[in-house]
Structure formats: structure tokens, C-alpha cells
């Protein structure tokens, strides 16, 4: 089976993460620590929403997305949490159902 390419970024953090290249913006992240890639998750976070607001920008919002994405798994990947880690909780998340909290639920009219 063909990995997809979000197994394949993760694989690459893993990677640098155990081989830094020098000069490598990953090897800066892992280097700087905790605090700078936390830093980079909001600052990419608010990018997303930045570009969502935009009308008709669908390849802004991608790239943005993107961004996301790849500082979420360097934070993964410092934090030893898996693919296989979000996967299963994403996959006992979608057994649930039903499950509103009370201010969510809709109110009964009579």
C-alpha cells in the first residue's frame, strides 16, 4: 500500500528529528524547542483563519492548511504522539454519537 503523503511528511520529522541537517528549517524548530514550534502553531493557526476569510482564495487557504499541518506534526513528532495516536482517537470519536453537552443540545418547543 502506497503511504500517503501526510505519513510521509511525518516519517521525514521523525527523521530530522534523529539526523538534523544543517541548515534544515526542521533542525531549527527541533533545536529552538517546545516554545518556538508552539509559537509557529498559533502563528500558522491564524494564518488559516486570516486567509479563510478572504473570499475565493481556496489555494491561499491550502497553503495556509499546509503550514498548519507541517508544525502540527513537528509538535507531534517532539512529542512522541503518533499517526497511529490521532487516528485512534479520531476513531473513537466517530463511534460517538449523541452525546451534545446540555447548552448544545436543541431546545424543546412545545
Do not use: C, W
Amino acid at each position: 500500500m502506497a503511504k500517503n503523503e501526510l505519513q510521509v511528511l511525518y516519517e521525514t520529522l521523525l527523521d530530522r528529528k534523529e539526523h538534523a541537517e544543517v541548515g534544515s528549517y526542521t533542525a531549527y524548530l527541533y533545536e529552538k524547542g517546545l516554545e518556538k514550534i508552539l509559537k509557529k502553531i498559533g502563528e500558522e493557526a491564524t494564518e488559516v483563519i486570516i486567509a479563510a476569510m478572504k473570499e475565493n482564495n481556496k489555494e491561499e487557504i491550502v497553503n495556509e492548511i499546509s503550514d498548519l499541518l507541517y508544525h502540527l506534526f513537528v509538535l507531534m513528532a517532539e512529542k512522541n504522539i503518533t499517526l497511529d495516536d490521532v487516528n485512534n482517537e479520531l476513531e473513537k470519536r466517530s463511534q460517538k454519537s449523541g452525546n451534545l453537552k446540555p447548552e448544545r443540545k436543541p431546545v424543546e418547543k412545545y
